[in-house]
């Protein structure tokens, strides 16, 4: 086994607690019936899937949602609805994240997300200390900045080559199966867990 110097982390279910019942619940409460035919909790379709794969502009997502939904719905509707993704920030998760960097690791995440997830994700709010995602990561891998999801093997190279790692000397954390088997078709060493689990002692055990 290669000695890890690269981490790649997933963003909801991973290093956010994720929950996909209520942000159906949210989509419903603005007006779109029947969301979770439109919502996936590890890879969008549609509308949802053109704007995290960067096809489409946040403004453009909210003109076709108000078409759907059949009246007017504005920006922070929107980023109400979305947000509705977002269960809690774990503080164990963001410590551990620091406590990996200041070990030498390089740290990124590689997430299927959008600008209405980020624009929250990417201010001060995010781990109620006052600082942003970007505070915990060397690097942000994004899928609607890179135009290509997760479990495109695309945007893993993409990643790969941003971190100047191979794929033997990379662990990705994820609780999707199919970007873990994606991933693992590449050669990076994975860590595979259950939405929202505690991965922290995983990591370590794994890490040696």
């Known amino acids: 086994m290669h000695k890890i110097k690269n981490i790649a982390f997933d963003l909801g279910g991973v290093v956010i607690a994720l929950s996909y ?10 007006g779109l019936h029947e969301a979770h035919k439109h919502l996936d909790a590890f890879c969008q379709q549609g509308i949802f899937g053109d704007l995290e ?4 502009t946040p403004e453009e997502f909210r003109v076709e949602l108000s ?8 920006y922070d509707e929107c980023m109400y609805a979305w947000h509705g993704y977002v269960e809690d920030v774990p503080q164990r998760n963001l410590q551990m994240l620091l406590h990996l960097r200041q070990q030498g690791y390089k740290v990124c995440l590689l997430s299927n997300t959008n600008p209405y997830m980020m624009q929250w994700a990417l201010s001060t709010e995010f781990d109620g ?10 690097h942000l ?23 100047q790692s191979t794929a033997q000397e ?5 609780d999707g199966r199919k970007n873990i088997e994606a991933a693992q078709a590449l050669g990076i060493q994975t860590l595979f867990i259950e939405n929202n689990a505690d991965w922290t ?4 055990f794994l890490l040696g």
């Open 21 to 30: 019942e209520n942000a159906v619940k949210r989509f419903e409460e603005i």
């Open 53 to 56: 794969k960067g096809l489409i």
């Open 67 to 74: 078409r759907m939904i059949g009246r007017e719905i504005t």
């Open 129 to 138: 200390n006052g600082h942003a995602i970007d505070h915990y990561f060397d």
């Open 141 to 163: 891998y994004l899928s609607y900045q890179c135009k290509l999801m997760k479990p495109s093997a695309e945007i893993f190279k993409i990643m790969l080559d941003g971190q």
């Open 170 to 174: 990379t662990l990705f954390v994820d």
């Open 201 to 204: 002692g995983e990591v370590k």
